[in-house]
């Protein structure tokens, strides 16, 4: 039999993924994977790439690694130019600009698993047709599938989401292990996945740890973020602080109601008025309040 821990989405959160890691120590396991978005967000990319590196874990690119790579070059979208909508990709770039760049850019997109004595597995980050393609654990069979269409390995994990899920799809057993460093379903621990194979299916276990958010909320404090990244910088604190993806919300709204608004503390106040999660997809309604 193979164990595996998948983890995914630590998005730079150095406390979390060091909780998963003790977590991690009492159980005996193979190999360990990250299914991509390692950095981004967090104020801890760079502890985050060293120790995960230094585990010697294989990795593989989420958008946000995509993000670093294609910023500043021929492949970047125009509207990362606005840095008041798009300010984490400068910053990122400006952390990890160097052979932290140079390392990601040969990491592989997808992963596919086979080993002697159990089902092969693909690994992504979105979907195996983009890593920005969500499958949620609300997609439907029809969705999924055509998601998956010329996927040879029965088994597909993926991340991106930041929601855990085990489903069966036609012939996919699809899994997500949830986030280590970015919850949304207003719980602040880090999720992470067991694998045991065998040649018949691989059985999981999916694990939450508690981590304290304050390191991580201090170092974006002492580190400008806010003021560095204006409302942006202001609502990914607020998603680290409350386990919920208001920016998402947020973006949403101003899509719908007034997509040229400048990004001000004005239009934020605005968008503290409305019932938020009206603009919240419907994926991340969970654990609602009373």
């Known amino acids: 039999m193979t164990r595996l821990a998948i983890l995914a989405d630590i998005h730079g959160n150095l406390p979390a993924l060091e909780a998963v890691l003790q977590d991690l120590s009492q159980f005996s396991v193979d190999h360990v994977i990250v299914a991509g978005d390692a950095i981004d967000r967090g104020p801890f990319s760079v502890q985050v790439l060293e120790r995960v590196t230094r585990e010697g874990w294989a990795v593989i690119r989420g958008n946000a690694e995509f993000y670093l790579l294609d910023y500043n070059t021929p492949r970047a979208p125009v509207e990362w130019k606005d840095t008041t909508l798009f300010p984490l990709h400068p910053r990122l770039h400006q952390q990890l600009n160097g052979r932290w760049l140079t390392s990601i850019a040969a990491w592989p997109d997808t992963l596919s ?17 983009s890593v920005r393609e969500l499958i949620y654990p609300i997609s439907t069979d029809a969705e999924i599938e055509a998601m998956l269409s010329g996927i040879e390995e029965t088994t597909v994990v993926a991340g991106h989401t930041h929601l855990a899920m085990e489903r069966q799809v036609g012939r996919w057993h699809i899994l997500n292990p949830g986030t280590v460093g970015q919850p949304v379903d207003g719980v602040s621990s880090a999720s992470y996945m067991l694998l045991d194979g065998d040649e018949r299916d691989w059985r999981s276990t999916f694990r939450r740890v508690p981590f304290n958010s304050e390191p991580l909320l201090q170092e974006c404090e002492r580190q400008g973020y806010a003021d560095e990244c204006g409302v942006i910088g202001q609502l990914v604190m607020e998603d680290f602080e409350t386990a919920r993806p208001w920016l998402l919300a947020f973006l949403c709204w101003r899509e719908i109601y007034c997509p040229d608004a400048p990004l001000t503390e004005e239009l934020l106040g605005e968008f503290g008025k409305v019932n938020l999660w009206d603009y919240m997809p419907l994926a991340y309604h969970v654990n609602l309040p009373a």
């Open 113 to 129: 698993l086979r080993f002697p004595d159990a089902l092969p597995i693909r690994v992504v980050h979105g979907s195996p047709r």
